[in-house]
């Protein structure tokens, strides 16, 4: 049976309704300040919420905030009681988030047709997200797929690694292909939140979101972008190549100085035999702007256009 939270200070009104949701064939669960409702809230993961404005604690505006800060795996219908009638009033709620506005007194039909509303558009809501996630779950699962299969199929790639490793050890050979895994890793996860990103789009454009649903959407996609950021920061993954390879970075800055934070990451990227392709989606950029990084780089380093730049940079690979 669907869980519904009722925060409300009126005892009166509050068993009014949850003997009504009874009925009903809902399981109402009673709060009778906002504190409570929010750790009842947390314990429960309610179906939906109907929570009073003016409470003796925190009023029902301060309950919402709190709740659409936490990050819960699935969205909740929130509607207010109020005996408030100001529009002003009204506008605040919507604005911040709320689903609906019931004002007291209601009657029991105005009550019952605003929470079945709101519980079938927010499971059609959900349904979609999760039939979208699958969706992207198994187009990450292809991909990945493929790209084991692409890497195989490099051999010239694979075996001047393996000689490399051969050299350097068996400590060496575990963490370059942590370094290689990171790298992959890292490729997949911005490709899946790009997927992410652009299917929010998608859903956002959909006329028949209300207020709520359309704030929940757009604070979604602005984690979303947050994760992308820190995806992107290469923080893992230079920290994986000094641990791999420890005098490359002291090694060619002792020779050119002025290198960059990114030019010194593009540097090290290129070091462990990424492709052109492979670099871009690493450093989440297009293919022509790791072109012009890597002219740029080599005229900084005074080398030629024909200059051999992989054999350059392998150069630094070992201490000198």
Partial sequence: MKKILIIEDEHELSDGLAEILKFEGYTPFQSENGLSGLRLADELSPDLILCDVVMPDIDGYEVLKRLRKKNYRKPVPFIFITALTDRRNYRQGMEMGADDYLTKPFTRT?????ISSKMEKYSDLGDYVDRKIFEIE?????RITLLKDEINEKSKYINRINEQKEQLGSSLQ?????LMEEALNVIDTN????????????????????????????????????????????????????QAHPSFISNIT????????YELVFL??????LTTSQLADLLNISQDSVRKSRYRIKKKMGLSRNDDFLKFVHSFGFAQ
Avoid at 110 to 114: G, Q, R
Avoid at 210 to 221: A, I
């Fill in 174 to 178: 575990k963490k370059e292909m942590e």
């Fill in 268 to 273: 090290s990227a290129t070091y462990t035999g």
């Fill in 254 to 261: 002792a020779k050119f100085s002025g290198l960059t934070r």
């Fill in 110 to 114: 105005e009550l019952l047709n605003a």
């Fill in 138 to 142: 198994s187009g990450l699962e292809s």
């Fill in 191 to 242: 490709n899946t939140i790009q997927n992410l990103k652009n299917l929010i789009q998608v859903k956002m454009r959909n006329d028949d979101l209300n207020e709520g649903q359309r704030k929940l959407l757009s604070e979604l996609k602005g984690k979303v972008s947050k994760k992308n950021i820190l995806c992107n920061s290469w923080l893992l993954f230079q920290m994986k190549f000094n």
